[in-house]
């Protein structure tokens, strides 16, 4: 549309309303660039489509006879936001990390269950059968990944035969350097040597606490001092070769994890088109569903064009969704409104006493329009609407001080624009 009031109309309002409804980022971005449009066959679509939308719901909630639910219900919520890692993917030579390998192995199973969700009856549902077909079954992808990455993000034994061996050769060097200074304390224990009995870590190393200034009883490496200088910490000469090793080694499987992250991640790069399209895909089916819940929630309908050489305006109990939300958490309704106007009668004028509801009369004209031509339900028990090119409306106080307008001259202002 080439300009509408959507602001004083609280259209933005409106969307937000909606938002309630959205179970993922993607819906929710998806959301945030709606906006009204003239394109009379995409309303056509959106309207199909949501009508659509509405009987999937009501299939859950009262199954019929002749048509078989699908096994699996289909939701939303709780799908990982992956677009940061499909952005790292475009960078040439960057690899994942554990837990965003885990984010896409979760990505791509719910993925896998939205496909699965949406086998439904292309005759009843086109627009949701067709919404799965498109979708890839990334299910191999999801296996792939859990079965090499553990539930930390660390990779796991199984990711590779080479990654298992390297571990197994650092238990057992781990083992023959605590056996080997656990003799060297058990030597000691009873010269003065020793600060504490025990083996700790510095620097990646395995070495025993000795008491400052006796260190010299002991024939080996100093790594490290304590907070208060009174002790050493000392790796024994007999066990430096064993640590030489064991560094050696984890520097080994540092590599290979590393292998094996890259090579996960050039599996998830082959594929990343197929993440890209379903991220998108993902985003429109929460906002349709966000719609079609907001239009259960508010007893809303789906609204009919009028054709283009007999343009209509008729709402039936129409409602002010955002007065609507207001009043229902009171317990309370709205007062309804009823009208109508055709090429025959173009314009409508309401008079009546302060507080009468004229402003929300107009108010729920201009944004049901709006609303209608999002693609949105609109709060009513029916209505036909022209496709508009331009909602313009002028509403209350409108004054701009910095230009030293009065009220009635930014009126005539805006009532020209």
Known sequence: MRHTSGDLLEFPQVTQLIGRFVETPYGRAALEALAPVSDRAWLEDQRRILSEALEYLRLWEH??????????????????????????????GAFLDGKQLLEIATFAQRVSETKRALSLPPELFPFLSRCGSRL????????T????????????????????????????????IQESLESFLARHRSDGVLQEQFVTIRNDRFVIPVVAGRHHM??????????????????????????????????????????VLAELTNRVREVAGSIAEAVDLIGELDLLLAKARFAQAFDATVPRFAPADSPRLVISEAR??????????????????????????????????????????????????????????????????????????????????QESLSTFTAHIRRIRE
């Open 63 to 92: 199954p019929l006879s002749n048509v078989r639910r699908p096994a699996l219900k289909l939701r939303l919520a709780g799908i990982p936001d992956c677009r940061q890692i499909l952005a790292k993917l475009r960078i040439e």
């Open 136 to 143: 890839m079954d990334l299910a191999p992808l999801s296996e």
């Open 145 to 176: 990944i859990q079965s090499a990455i553990l539930p930390d993000g660390s990779v796991s034994d199984g990711a590779s035969s080479r990654l298992a061996e390297i571990r197994r050769e650092i238990e057992r060097t781990r083992r023959r």
């Open 218 to 259: 002991v024939h080996g490496v100093i790594h490290a001092a304590s907070g208060t200088g009174h002790t050493l910490f000392v790796e024994p000469f007999e066990t430096i070769e064993l640590n030489n090793e064991l560094v050696r080694l984890r520097e080994e499987e540092a590599r290979e994890v590393e292998r």
């Open 320 to 401: 002010h969704p955002l007065l609507q939300d207001v009043l229902q958490r009171r317990g309370q309704k709205p007062v309804p409104i009823s009208l109508e106007l055709d090429q025959s009668r173009r314009v409508l004028l309401i008079s009546g006493p302060n507080a009468g509801g004229k402003t929300v009369t107009l108010k729920t004209v201009g944004l049901l329009s709006l609303m209608a031509q999002a693609g949105l339900p609109v709060t009513a028990s029916s209505a036909e609407l022209p496709v508009f090119d331009q909602v313009l409306a002028d509403i209350g106080d409108n004054q701009s001080i």
